[in-house]
Nanobody, 124 residues
Framework: QVQLVESGGGFVQAGDSLRLSCAAS????????MVWFRQTPGKEREFVTI????????YYADSVKGRFTISRDNAKNTVYLQMNSLKSEDTAVYYC?????????????????WGKGTLVTVSS
């Protein structure tokens, strides 16, 4: 059983940067591709980005491409989401998830484990 805990959310101004972290415990972190999703009230949880097990491959939603960067440190069992040039539409609860398989545009149903989320609020 893998436990995931997100941190780093907060309130920022449009144009600012923020880095989210997701710490994993209870399993072999490098067995999983790691994924970030986000969700706003009344909307479905949407895919943001994914990174393969050892970081060789990444994929981004068009809405964040060029602004967000996913990375991971398997020695620290942690995945990161660097968010630059934040926009008001990036406001959401951000969730990290673990997926046994790497693929582009994974769905929520594909995830094996979830964190509880961290809130990011971007003020315009």
């Amino acid at each position: 059983q893998v436990q995931l805990v997100e941190s780093g959310g907060g309130f920022v101004q449009a144009g600012d940067s923020l880095r989210l972290s997701c710490a994993a415990s209870g399993g072999t972190f490098s067995r999983y591709a790691m994924v970030w999703f986000r969700q706003t009230p009344g909307k479905e949880r949407e895919f943001v980005t994914i990174i393969s097990r050892f970081g060789a491959s990444t994929y981004y939603a068009d809405s964040v491409k060029g602004r967000f960067t996913i990375s991971r440190d398997n020695a620290k069992n942690t995945v990161y989401l660097q968010m630059n040039s934040l926009k008001s539409e990036d406001t959401a609860v951000y969730y990290c998830a673990a997926d046994r398989f790497y693929g582009t545009r994974p769905s929520t149903e594909d995830m094996d484990y979830w964190g509880k989320g961290t809130l990011v609020t971007v003020s315009s």
